[in-house]
């Protein structure tokens, strides 16, 4: 019986003995990699070493955004104490407990010029990361490379005295130059802005292109936010509201007058009826606005001068579909223009196949069709071009903080819209709107100026027909004209009261391309 108590007992402990070893046998040779990374691991401590994101300025090195040194309070376990503060706020946290409370320095986002372009520019998160406008767009430029030191910590993460540290360098980013003015910039935020508020409108933009080389010298839009309490804003404000689409109404005449010329379905001397309705397709196309007609027929400029449907009309049904649309592509629309914001949408221009029968006369003066403010600025830059679109461009130069690498953005063509003397006529057409008709209010005495005023009614959401009474008004212009410089774009959605692009949108105009021409010693063309 003792005997076999202590044989049993002999043989548990050779099993025992036998796990024993087949358990070192796993910890020390099969999992051996394995566990002894995640003991260095439990010893490991990272601290990193923040990256120089790189600064945004102006086309005149006018700082617009940079990066100041703050710090950051972190204790084991609890994590971050506070997070991008001054020396003295994080000093104080840390007397609390010195041993086991930490100071990290970090780089905090800094909007010196506050809402100045804001919705171009945009905003980073708390750990630097862009997150909309250009910061967003240019990240990977922007941000740089994150630099480390890896040591070794006691349980509570505390550095050991005396530990070997292997440094990773964080590499700085690299700065950004706009195309954008300060100067043109203020004025036009200052002036669409006032617009705004006096018209109780729910937004305004306000675009201006250098007309021979397609850079965007302001960009406006009202009501923005400042990105550096970005968190207070509504979420709507944050997105660049010039990337999105909208129905240009009566800016649209003079692409349908322009396609019309081009074909050959009319020429400057053509006379369209006099009408007061027209239907298409069983709809009933009717003027914005009564017309004392000067009797049974009207020319081509009459036409874009007191902006009359019925006739805009006549010229997209002498084209038909086919041909209409050919040429609204031909103009670059319902494509990216490729400003490298993200978001940027690509208009709503249906193939002709898919229009209704009304949509042809619907689309003649602006409506059943979307563009953005980009997309109508490169399609008049072909009247100002002689017929070849340019493509508006925000970023002017990306360089290393060591110089060692610059990247210039140059000046680039969409291609041929129509032709040069196709665009002469048109430029011409556009000057009658702004000294005989609805673009009087854009006038200017030391510059000769061509525009087109637009009043489009507004869409409903999920293309529910249209909102009775609420519209978009809209102002495309360009001036000198005798040898074109500026291009420039006003909109103003959901007026209160006077909705005419006229009224709200000509003086706009007037008022900003008249201060932009002056600040660049444009020569005056009509003195």
Not at 52 to 81: H, K
Not at 119 to 136: A, K, P, R, T, Y
Not at 228 to 254: D, I, M
Not at 357 to 381: R, Y
Request: include cysteine; hydrophobic fraction near 40%; glycine fraction near 10%.
């Amino acid at each position: 019986m003792e005997k076999r108590r202590i044989s049993t007992l002999s043989n548990l402990a050779i099993i025992l003995f036998l796990l024993l070893c087949l358990r070192l046998f796993d910890l020390q040779v099969l999992h051996h990699q394995f566990y002894q990374k995640k003991s260095m691991e439990q010893h490991k401590r990272i601290i990193r070493l923040a990256a120089q994101r790189g600064d945004i300025f102006d086309r005149g090195e006018n700082i617009l955004v940079t990066s100041l040194d703050t710090y950051s309070v972190y204790e084991y376990r609890r994590g971050w104490l506070g997070r991008k503060l001054s020396l003295a706020e994080a000093q104080q946290l840390q007397a609390a407990n010195p041993k086991k409370i930490s100071i990290l320095k970090e780089k905090k986002r800094v909007y010196p010029k506050d809402q100045l372009a804001s919705q171009l520019i945009g905003f980073v998160g708390m750990d630097n990361q862009g997150l909309s406008g250009i910061e967003l767009s240019m990240e990977e430029y922007l941000r740089g490379r994150e630099g480390r030191v890896i040591t070794e910590g006691d349980p509570e993460g505390r550095e050991l005295y005396g530990a070997e540290r292997e440094k990773e360098d964080s590499s700085d980013g690299m700065n950004i130059t706009l195309t954008i003015d300060e100067n043109i910039q203020y004025v036009a935020e200052r002036e669409i802005s006032k617009q705004v508020e006096k018209s109780k409108a729910a937004s305004g933009t306000l675009i201006v292109m250098d007309a021979k080389t397609g850079e965007i010298l302001a960009l406006a839009s009202k009501p923005d936010f400042n990105p550096n309490f970005y968190q207070k804003a509504s979420r709507q404000l944050w997105h660049p509201r010039f990337l999105n689409p909208y129905e240009p109404g009566s800016t649209f005449k003079v692409i349908t007058t322009a396609a019309g010329l081009e074909e050959g379905v009319i020429k400057t001397d053509t006379l369209l009826e006099a009408l007061d309705s027209i239907t298409v397709g069983g709809k009933v196309i009717e003027n914005s606005h009564k017309i004392h007609w000067p009797g049974k027929q009207i020319t081509v400029s009459r036409m874009l001068g007191e902006s009359i449907n019925t006739g805009a009309v006549q010229i997209g049904l002498k084209l038909g579909p086919e041909k209409f649309y050919k040429h609204i592509k031909a103009f670059g629309l319902g494509e990216k223009i490729g400003s490298g914001m993200a978001g940027e949408s690509k208009g709503i221009v249906n193939n002709w196949r898919d229009w209704y029968k009304p949509d042809v006369a619907m689309i003649a003066f602006g409506q059943s069709i979307a563009v953005t403010p980009l997309q109508l600025l490169s399609a008049f830059s072909a009247f100002t071009n002689h017929g070849i679109m340019l493509k508006p461009y925000l970023v002017k130069k990306i360089e290393s903080l060591d110089g060692r690498f610059v990247k210039v953005f140059l000046d680039e063509e969409r291609g041929r819209a129509i032709s040069d003397r196709v665009a002469s006529e048109i430029k011409e057409l556009m000057r009658d709107v702004v000294i005989n008709g609805s673009g009087r209010r854009a006038r200017m005495k030391e510059f000769g100026v061509g525009g087109k005023t637009g009043t489009a009614q507004k869409a409903a959401p999920g293309g529910r027909g249209y909102l009775k009474g609420h519209y978009i008004a809209s102002f495309i212009g360009f001036a000198p004209f005798k040898d074109p410089r500026l291009i420039g774009l006003v909109i103003v959605d959901d007026p209160k009261g006077g909705y005419w692009g006229e009224t709200v949108c000509g003086p706009v105009f007037k008022e900003v391309i008249g201060y932009a021409l002056r600040y660049l010693n444009v020569k005056p063309d009509m003195l």
